[in-house]
């Protein structure tokens, strides 16, 4: 079992920034792929972004350019650092440990942080 625990999310103005991150505790393995997953109500839950162990990364058109994954395997820590925030990134962010290479579809994710709200004001 993994364990994840996200923090950060909070408050802010259009143009802001914010940096999420995400501690993981348990069974955890650097090989897993570390994904960011969000969603806004009444919405289904969509892909923000990936980063697999040996660090590659991809990220979903509407945060491409704003939005950055990171982890630190040594402390078992994925980050979101997210810039230039708009209203319609509001949403609760999770993040989702899965397979080595990494996914854009949250069925082919294992494990699941609670998630963090982020709200952008406008």
């Known amino acids: 079992q993994v364990q994840l625990v996200e923090s950060g999310g909070e408050l802010v103005q259009a143009g802001g920034s914010l940096r999420l991150s995400c501690a993981a505790s348990g069974r955890t393995s650097s090989t897993y792929a570390m994904g960011w997953f969000r969603q806004a109500p009444g919405k289904e839950r969509e892909f923000v972004g990936f980063?697999?162990?040996?660090?590659?990364?991809e990220y979903a058109d509407p945060v491409k350019g704003r939005f950055t994954i990171s982890r630190n395997n040594a402390k078992n820590t994925l980050y979101l650092q997210m810039n230039s925030l708009k209203p319609e990134d509001t949403a609760v962010y999770y993040c989702?440990?899965?397979?080595?290479?990494?996914?854009?579809?949250?069925?082919?994710?294992?494990?699941w942080g609670q998630g963090t709200q982020v709200t952008v004001s406008g």
């Open positions: 980063v697999t162990w040996s660090r590659t990364t």
């Open positions: 989702a440990a899965g397979p080595t290479s990494g996914s854009i579809y949250y069925s082919q994710y294992h494990y």
